[in-house]
C-alpha cells in the first residue's frame, strides 16, 4: 500500500505547521517574560521615584532650610569689591604656600 501523494503532502504540513506553532508559542513565552521583568522593573523604578519625591518634599521643608541656613551660614558675609582681584595681580595677593610636615607612618612605630 504506497500513500497518495496528496496524503503525503498534508503529512508533511501538518508537521511544518506543528513545529511553526511550536516555535511560535515559545518565542510569545519568552516574550511575555521579557514584557513581566520590564513591568516589574517599572514598578520598582516608580516605587524609588515616588520614594525620592516624598525624601525631596521633607528635605525642602522652608523651616528646615531656614534653620540650617542660620546654623551654617552665621558666619556668610556680602563680597566686598575689595574680594575682586586682576589674574596678574593674584600671585601678589595669594598667602605663600604652606609646607606642611609629613605625617609620621602609624606602622613605623
Not at 511553526?20 to 513581566?36: E, N, R
Request: charged residues 25%; neutral net charge.
Amino acid at each position: 500500500m504506497i500513500p497518495r501523494p496528496f496524503t503525503c503532502c498534508c503529512a508533511v504540513l501538518a508537521i511544518t505547521s506543528g513545529f511553526f506553532l511550536y516555535t511560535k508559542k515559545h518565542q510569545t513565552t519568552l516574550l511575555d517574560q521579557q514584557i513581566s521583568k520590564i513591568v516589574s522593573d517599572t514598578e520598582r523604578v516608580r516605587a524609588q521615584t515616588a520614594m525620592l519625591r516624598t525624601e525631596w518634599a521633607l528635605e525642602n521643608q522652608p523651616e528646615r532650610l531656614s534653620r540650617l541656613a542660620e546654623h551654617h551660614l552665621a558666619d556668610l558675609h556680602t563680597m566686598d569689591p575689595a574680594q575682586f582681584v586682576r589674574m596678574t595681580d593674584l600671585a601678589a595677593r595669594l598667602p605663600a604656600p604652606a609646607t606642611k610636615a609629613p605625617a609620621e607612618d602609624p606602622r613605623a612605630a
